[in-house]
């Protein structure tokens, strides 16, 4: 699906390392993560090319292991984001309207009486996009 969207690489992370996937393709000069472990965040900076940043938009409060050796390694960047304010919203929309790109809601559907279930799920980043609670059934 990653490809279909437009995905130049695709880097399947149950079959490889990601940081040395990144590497090997040069480096990423971005990237956002996503994932609610703090394992899995601290081993993105290694994928970062030569003053890279690496933005955190997601975490479980894990604390996360990252070295001073991690940062000599070049002029690397390390910060948090919430989103979801309301100046990034209108923000995104704008982008939406100026590029003619859209976003797709996409999700994984529980009963109001499974919520438990997908919130283990989405802390486990088992969840294929998000995890979305109907409470209308």
Known sequence: MARQLGAHHYIDTEKEETAQALYALG?????????PTAKAIS?????????????????SGE???????????GANTVRGSFTGQAKEIQQ???????????????SENFPLEHASEAYGKMMKASTRFRAALNISD
């Open 27 to 35: 480096g990423a000069e971005v990237i956002l993560a996503t994932s």
């Open 63 to 73: 604390q996360l292991e990252l070295s001073a050796m991690d940062f000599l390694k």
């Open 92 to 106: 995104a929309i704008n982008c939406s309207v100026l590029t003619n790109v859209w976003p797709m809601s996409l």
């Open 43 to 59: 081993s993105l900076i290694h994928g970062l090319a030569s003053d890279g940043e690496l933005i955190i938009i997601a975490g």
